[in-house]
């Protein structure tokens, strides 16, 4: 069975998560996490990619991007078939290290991102090895508190969410410690395109219209409605016309047709 297409384009933030081979360790010393963040600011300023948060486990790693370019898959092949090479070549081996392609899934950073940022920076903390996440360094939550300077991180579409100066970095900390764990259940391989459902249910909510009228709109008055809450998607929340054909399940020309 071939692979599915990858959901990409320009100017959109992914999620991305990728394994071990066999969920074995792709980090074994504090070099190798510190050869994979070396890495990762030279193929992030090498393809003009920005990093808005990351985590470094010892299984696998996750990284929250902005693509300007559509440079996704290019950017991740060089990025882990470097760190692949430095690995077998430090540890004597031969073989993938890690086990499968990528997986990434479109973001809404001024919708999702916060909380997919927390999710990121609690990796630690829901495996146990720390109880505060300023504690565990390999990942880019003690850059959103200031303690320390990573130039390619750029956590400020996230941190002006909750504010400016030093409140923002207080406010995230609050959230990041916090109990609610968000809309999005992160950890599903099926949530699809940027939680497509849960924003189109969010939307809805906001203007008082009910989510099965957009979603099998019956009549010129429902495909109205339908088309509503595509040119709010597009004009309030920044999605593209091929996010949002994902998620009602039409063609990218008829979705450029609403929004003209």
């Excluded at 470097?82 to 430090?90: F, G, I, L, Q």
């Excluded at 499968?100 to 916060?114: D, H, M, P, Q, T």
Aim: aromatic share 12%; hydrophobic share 40%.
């Amino acid at each position: 069975m071939g692979w599915m297409p990858r959901v990409c384009g320009e100017q959109v933030y992914h999620h991305i998560y990728a394994w071990g081979n066999d969920r074995h360790p792709v980090f074994k010393s504090a070099t190798h996490y510190e050869k994979y963040l070396e890495l990762l600011e030279a193929h992030t300023l090498a393809a003009d990619i920005g990093v808005v948060a990351y985590a470094l486990m010892q299984t696998h790693v996750h990284l929250f991007i902005y693509d300007r370019e559509n440079m996704i898959s290019r950017f991740m092949m060089r990025l882990h078939g470097d760190y692949a090479r430095y690995y077998n070549k430090v540890n004597e081996r031969v073989g993938h290290v890690f086990g499968e392609r990528f997986n990434n899934k479109i973001v809404l950073a001024n919708l999702y991102g916060k909380w997919l940022s927390r999710y990121i920076h609690r990796q630690a903390i829901e495996a146990c090895l720390v109880k505060d996440p300023a504690g565990y360094p390999w990942s880019s939550y003690r850059v959103y508190l200031g303690l320390e300077q990573k130039a390619f991180v750029r956590p400020d579409v996230i941190l002006l969410q909750f504010g400016e100066d030093e409140k923002c970095r207080r406010e995230y900390r609050k959230f990041v410690l916090a109990e609610d764990n968000g809309p999005v259940d992160w950890q599903r391989r099926d949530r699809g395109t940027m939680a497509g459902i849960d924003l189109v249910q969010h939307i809805c909510r906001e203007v008082d219209i009910e989510v099965s009228v957009v979603m099998k709109p019956r009549g010129a008055r429902a495909r109205q409605l339908r088309h509503r809450v595509m040119r709010i998607a597009a004009e309030k929340y920044g999605c593209r016309p091929f996010q949002i054909a994902a998620v009602f399940g039409v063609s990218r020309a008829a979705v450029s047709r609403v929004l003209a």
